[in-house]
């Protein structure tokens, strides 16, 4: 199995990009997109100037237990920059879900809380809700993270995303919302609470 049918057979499919859109990344935009592969293992990641945006990491089954997830976060860490992710929210029905933030809890990340995020899949034209998770080696400022969002769904997520699925995605002011007064439940909220 090559390292898009494991991404692909491990997320959601309003979540995947095309197998083209990944490779033209890596290709065109190399100096930028990456792809951290092993036996076990797939990361797919952006590292920009001021910050790193991780678009997919997989673990195989295989390998759980053997803190490989952490080892891949780590060695993101070293690069002393924030990193910003894209969780779904909490389905009690999908269990990977709970145990993906519970993950990222123990990693130090930290919701943000003022970030609205929704857009719609191009695979499916359903919308989906998105959460942002950072971690920060200083105090990360949400007003940034907003900032790098755009950033990535303008340079990564919708790039020649015409080419690839025969339309656009929507333009960034309607998928991402800054706003101050927003305090949505979180299950890592919840977790943050139990420590």
């Keep these: 199995m090559n390292w898009f049918e494991k991404l692909n057979q491990y997320f959601p499919i309003e979540e995947m990009k095309s197998q083209e859109h990944m490779e033209t990344l890596l290709k065109e935009k190399g100096d930028v997109y990456h792809k951290d592969e092993g036996d076990k293992h797939v990361l797919m990641y952006a590292e920009f100037p001021g910050f790193v945006f991780i678009d997919y990491v997989y673990v195989s089954s295989a390998a759980r237990g053997e803190g490989l997830g952490h080892k891949l976060i780590e060695k993101m860490k070293q690069k002393n920059k924030p990193i910003i992710l894209e969780v779904e929210p909490v389905d009690y029905e999908d269990t990977d879900t709970e145990k993906r933030l519970k993950f990222y809890h123990r990693e130090g990340f930290t919701?943000?809380?003022?970030?609205?995020?929704?857009?719609?899949?191009?695979?499916?034209?359903?919308?989906?809700?998105?959460?942002?998770?950072?971690?920060?080696?200083?105090?990360?400022?949400?007003?940034?993270?907003?900032?790098?969002?755009?950033?990535?769904?303008?340079?990564?997520?919708?790039?020649?995303?015409?080419?690839?699925?025969?339309?656009?995605?929507?333009?960034?002011?309607?998928?991402?919302?800054?706003?101050?007064?927003?305090?949505?439940?979180?299950?890592?909220?919840?977790?943050?609470?139990?420590d």
């Design 111 to 194: 919701h943000a809380k003022s970030i609205g995020y929704s857009r719609r899949s191009l695979a499916t034209d359903e919308w989906s809700q998105l959460e942002i998770l950072y971690w920060s080696p200083e105090d990360a400022n949400e007003e940034e993270l907003f900032e790098q969002m755009k950033q990535t769904y303008e340079e990564i997520h919708t790039y020649k995303d015409q080419t690839f699925y025969g339309k656009s995605y929507q333009p960034v002011d309607e998928v991402l919302k800054l706003d101050e007064k927003r305090r949505p439940d979180s299950m890592l909220d919840t977790f943050e609470q139990k």
